[in-house]
């Protein structure tokens, strides 16, 4: 019975995660548990546990009486995580010129996209829990990054960081991360405004 129960719940967590981290999921939208649980073929109780979980990530809030809803973030949330991803993304360049010695495979990864290649980034840091937290940062992002390249296009720093982190050049790893975290800024306020635009047509349909 247990055993099911745990189930259920990572099988909820693990699809509504996925969803915020492919930005499938509208921000400013509830998350219904009945809807979940149906979807899902399982009781509310897993369902609002995964919620519960999720939402002391803080990948979705719990607002009081009201549900569990996907963050609609603000300008000033958008440059917060940036600059929290970007503090991470310093340390693992640090921990990765440690390693670039020893783990010839390091840098080495498919870079399909942003949240890819920032993750190659961790994944040559020898401190997976720093590469969770940003993994957090990139789900929680995920939407307003999909906006951002809707408006501007894919950021021009992507090819730059990939080239310089299979060539182990670290220093210009840093420099085109830096680079591309304040772009990410820069723009925070239009990605805001039009994220807020889709959340009241969305509201307008209904």
Request: neutral net charge.
């Amino acid at each position: 019975m247990l055993e099911a129960r745990q189930a259920s719940f990572s099988r909820v967590y693990a699809s509504t995660r996925l969803q915020l981290g492919n930005a499938e999921l509208i921000p400013g939208t509830q998350l219904l548990v009945n809807e979940q649980a149906a979807l899902h073929g399982v009781s509310a109780t897993p369902v609002r546990e995964a919620f519960a979980k999720l939402a002391g990530e803080r990948l979705i809030e719990d607002r009081e009486r009201l549900g569990y809803f996907v963050p609609l973030l603000s300008s000033v949330e958008l440059i917060s995580l940036t600059e929290l991803l970007e503090l991470y993304l310093m340390q693992a360049i640090s921990h990765g010129r440690r390693r670039d010695r020893t783990d010839p495979n390091c840098g080495a990864r498919e870079m399909r996209d942003e949240a890819a290649a920032m993750m190659a980034i961790f994944a040559c840091s020898d401190n997976p829990l720093l590469g969770e937290e940003a993994q957090r940062c990139l789900d929680r992002s995920a939407f307003a990054r999909r906006r951002q390249i809707e408006l501007y296009g894919p950021p021009a720093t992507l090819g730059s960081i990939a080239e310089a982190l299979a060539l182990r050049d670290w220093s210009e790893v840093s420099r085109h991360v830096r680079l591309h975290c304040r772009t990410s800024r820069a723009r925070a306020g239009e990605v805001a405004h039009s994220m807020a635009a889709t959340y009241r047509e969305t509201i307008a349909r209904k």
